[in-house]
Every structure is written in C-alpha cells, then in structure tokens.
C-alpha cells in the first residue's frame, strides 16, 4: 500500500499513482479525442528553485513540482493538473503539495487546478 492509502494501477501499459488519477487519464483521453483538449502529457516537471552552489558545489539540490497531466484547453491555455485524494491541511505531504502550488503560481505564473 502506497503512504497516502492509495492504489497504484496500470492502464494501457501506463503506471499511476492512484485509481483517481487513471480515471481522470481516461477523462482527458476522451476530452482530446473530442478535440476539446490538445498537447496532453503525463509527470511533467518544473523547476522551483534550481541546484544552490557555493564555491562549485552543491549545496542543496533543486526544488521540483511534477504535474500530473499538462495539456491546452480549447481556448489553447496551458492547464496543469494535480490529482488529489486527500485533502488534509494537517498532512505533511498535502502541506508540501500547497507549497510547491505556490511556489508555480510565483515562479511559472501557473495556477495548477486540484482535481
């Protein structure tokens, strides 16, 4: 069992994390089949805050936010999605999620949409 008592699932050949997030793959398959949706990719990562060096080395890494699903609307706007199950603002890992949310609205201009 995964820490947040999901189910990792396999949908055509593709891993996710949970049943939620392979329903919600589904979903966007349909929608970009329709044509309401384009560009849909899956775990596209962002940069936050990059490597911080002193003297050449390394001495914290690099913040990153992967996205669940990035694709363009029918209006062509970027949208980028998290998929939740839970939403306890008393979890450390939701806590860490709303950080790096705050973080791509101030570094990339990108309100990431919680599903």
């Not at 050949?13 to 309401?36: H, M, N, Q, Y």
């Amino acid at each position: 069992m995964a820490k947040y008592g999901n189910r990792k699932v396999t949908v055509d050949g593709i891993r996710f994390d949970s049943k939620k997030e392979a329903a919600r793959w589904r979903e966007l398959l349909v929608l970009k089949r329709a044509g309401l949706i384009s560009d849909l990719e899956r775990q596209v990562k962002y940069e936050l805050i990059p490597v911080q060096r002193v003297d050449g080395k390394c001495v914290e890494r690099a913040v990153n936010y992967i996205a669940d699903f990035v694709y363009r609307d029918e209006n062509g706007d970027l949208v980028v999605e998290d998929v939740k199950g839970y939403r306890d603002p008393h979890s450390a890992g939701y806590a860490k999620f709303v950080l790096k949310r705050k973080l791509m609205l101030y570094v990339h201009g990108i309100a990431v949409r919680e599903i």
